[in-house]
């Protein structure tokens, strides 16, 4: 079978990856791919970013199926146009993907199906947004309605603190227009936790969970990024979390799917929060997230493509996941700088996969050299039977790689 991975990031080099592990697959086309991903065994990066170029590729070298690993292209409708014209795609219509696509469609969704969230209101203009902060108990979360790269949700400590972050959200403009409609929701104090999950529209099978990094330094101090690092199983969630996260946030989701009738095949990725008073939804994901997919995969003992082939098949009802009984530990390192301003076209050094997975996201493939080119260069991801041990190894096996200016955090899975 031949496939073909969208996207550029650490996410799609471990989507890759996993799927040339499966039998089931002899190629993997990286559209547009990394410097990770051009040494990856089966794997060939195709430079091609057009909707209509990629679907006539797909066409003439027989593409068995797409995965598709950010959110913008599913967001502007790419699986409804590879589906219209006979191609297999892994991710959910234009419809579905607006629960990413707008943060007030998916609160609005969880509300209408009695998925448990966060109190919350919704504007449009910000002298009402404003005047509404005068009843608001502190801290607040003032949210991007858009896409903002995962950097669209700020939690203010005051008044002034919310109305400069309305500022630059709403008149700067800073997300360019993903934040002209914001969302302001009751702060929830607790654990955070993310749950991937796979369904075919009509049955969900949860992943393991993971525990995301993601302010740039240590102490969960600074401002937020992609992520710096992911730990899974996440430890604060017990078998009691994992109930309440099933019956009270996953299946009212996925009813909800069915009765909107959303042509949803792909991965759902639940933004948990882990409270005294019980397990709320943050926020939906239409895609695999960054850096929890570099942790999460590596752990799957089933063939991946086994799993997509029977979401898309509609066939997840007799599909049966194994994972290994190991931690993983993911840490991520960034250009200096990042997620401001930063240098890039430094050589990246010292990368071996000894017994640990290095996955490329910003980095390019220059004749032998492997060259920066983004905020977050690498993740090193490594197993063990304690979460102590995968850390130790993880660390250990960053500390070995080198480029200029490089950053990491040293405090993942603490």
Known sequence: MKAIVIGSGGREHAIAWKLSQSQLIDKIYCAPGNGGTALENKCE???IYDFK?????????????????PEAPLVDGITDIF????????????QAAALEGSKAFAKDFMKKYGVKTAAYEVFHEPLSALNYLKSCSYPIVIKADGLAAGKGVSICQSPKEAADCIESFMVDDIFKGAGRRIIIE??????????????????????????DHKTIYENNEGPNTGGMGAVTPNPFCTKEVLESFRTEIMEPTLKGIGKEDMDYVGVIFFGIMITK??????????????????????????????????ALDKNLCNYNLRWKNKYSCCVV????????KYKIGFEVNGI???????????????????????????????????????????????????????????DIGL
């Open 186 to 211: 009751e702060f929830l104090e607790g654990v955070e936790a993310s749950i991937l999950a796979v369904t075919d529209g009509t049955t969900i099978i949860p992943l393991l969970s993971a525990k």
């Open 277 to 310: 008073k019980g397990v709320y939804l943050l926020e939906y994901n239409v895609r695999m997230g960054d850096p929890e997919t570099q942790a999460v995969l590596p752990l799957m003992e089933s063939d991946f493509a086994e799993l997509i082939i029977n």
């Open 45 to 47: 990066n195709i430079k």
């Open 333 to 340: 390192a960034a250009s200096g700088g990042y997620p401001n």
């Open 352 to 410: 071996s996969n000894d017994g640990d997975k290095v996955f490329i996201a910003g980095a390019r493939l220059e004749g032998d050299k492997l060259l920066t080119s983004g905020g977050r260069v690498l993740a090193v991801t490594s197993l063990d039977e304690s979460l102590e041990k995968a850390r130790i190894r993880a660390y250990n096996g960053i500390d070995k790689i080198s480029f200029s200016d490089s950053y990491y955090r040293k």
């Open 83 to 94: 589906k219209a014209n006979g191609i297999k795609i892994f991710g959910p219509s234009k």
């Open 53 to 69: 170029k990629l679907l006539n590729f797909s066409k003439d070298n027989k593409i068995d199926f797409v995965v598709v690993g």
